[in-house]
């Protein structure tokens, strides 16, 4: 199992706070790891990401000071913790796994996806 498998979706009222898991038989160790999002209608962005070897964190303007990415490489798995949602963060997440250890902001430098978790922020 390469392709990387995310769980932790569901609907949250807005100002609530979700935590998205990514796992992988693959070992993650060294590799740049991200998540991203697409929204109903528009294009896939960026949401954050965090580097292998020196676990450098990167994330979206909108998201930043509200997310927090994480990486336990001995088990394989990452988190996005998500805090204060908006009804703009509603779309399905994404996790992806770059073979290199940097993790960009393009979606093109990853290598492997999931197939996405919803996420549905109520007003």
């Known amino acids: 199992q390469v392709r990387p498998v995310e769980s932790g979706g569901g609907v949250v009222q807005a100002g609530g706070s979700l935590t998205l898991s990514c796992t992988s038989e693959r070992r993650l160790v060294t590799h740049g790891l991200g998540w991203f999002r697409q929204a109903l209608g528009k294009e896939r962005e960026f949401v954050a990401s965090?580097?292998?070897?020196?676990?450098?964190?990167t994330y979206s303007d909108s998201m930043k000071g509200r997310s927090t990415i994480s990486r336990d490489d001995s088990n394989n798995m990452m988190w996005l913790q998500m805090n204060n949602l908006r009804p703009e963060d509603t779309a399905v997440y994404y996790c992806?796994?770059?073979?290199?250890?940097?993790?960009?902001?393009?979606?093109?430098?990853?290598?492997?996806w999931g197939q996405g978790t919803q996420v549905t922020v109520s007003s």
């Open positions: 965090i580097q292998g070897i020196d676990g450098k964190t």
């Open positions: 992806a796994v770059d073979l290199t250890w940097q993790a960009q902001t393009t979606s093109s430098s990853y290598d492997y």
